[in-house]
């Protein structure tokens, strides 16, 4: 059984930091691309990061260019979020995909139960 299980959420303060994982397990990952996507209250999911299966690659959503950084070892992918904004307040989802582009959420075949992350001013 396949299983993306996120983790690191919480409640912080403006500009501080939190660095989000996913535990990937019941399959081999490595040629997988893994995303993450956030859901703020109201509004659609959206695209946040995505990673490719070499590593190599990278792709962020303009909003949280310079401030988040995606990066995976073996089967779990990090999302190191830096000086937080209010606006990233949100459930953040893993999720991975085989094929497809990274920003379109239909091409990801596995996801996440989703981790709060929720920024106070």
């Known amino acids: 059984q396949v299983q993306l299980v996120e983790s690191g959420g919480g409640l912080v303060q403006a500009g501080d930091s939190l660095r989000l994982s996913c535990a990937a397990s019941?399959?081999?990952?490595?040629?997988?691309?893994m995303g993450w996507f956030r859901q703020a209250p109201g509004k659609e999911r959206e695209f946040v990061a995505a990673i490719a299966w070499t590593g190599g690659s990278t792709y962020y959503v303009d909003s949280v260019k310079g401030r988040f950084t995606i990066s995976r070892v073996k089967n779990t992918v990090y999302l190191q979020m830096n000086s937080l904004k209010r606006e990233d307040t949100a459930v953040y989802y893993c999720a991975a995909k085989w094929r497809g582009n990274y920003y379109d959420e239909m091409n990801y075949e596995y996801w996440g139960q989703g981790t709060q992350v929720t920024v106070s001013s």
């Open positions: 019941g399959r081999t990952f490595s040629s997988y691309t």
